[in-house]
């Protein structure tokens, strides 16, 4: 009953931020950019899978940045104690 009353107050402040936020005006524009992006996206899709390009952009980045991430990795470790 008590975390009831508090969400219902945490649900109470969310509404009344988002209610001070301006109302976006509609903006009919944006659909022919998005369907031209949409078209560009399919023709590309028709020569190279776009998942498959996708899943290489990940690894080319994870490659760029496994220093970093060996380093966070080992100063997780290096936390624990009794681990050197």
């Not at 994870?62 to 970093?68: F, I, M, Q």
Request: glycine share 2%; net charge negative.
């Amino acid at each position: 009953m008590i975390i009831e009353i508090l969400m219902d107050m945490l649900k109470a402040l969310i509404l009344f931020v988002l209610d001070l936020l301006p109302e976006l005006p509609d903006m009919p524009f944006v659909d022919k950019y998005i369907d031209s992006f949409v078209w560009a996206i399919r023709s590309v899709n028709q020569f190279v899978s776009v998942p498959v390009v996708g899943f290489c952009f990940l690894a080319i980045l994870a490659c760029y940045n496994v220093r970093a991430i060996w380093s966070i990795i080992m100063w997780v470790i290096r936390k624990i104690p009794g681990v050197s």
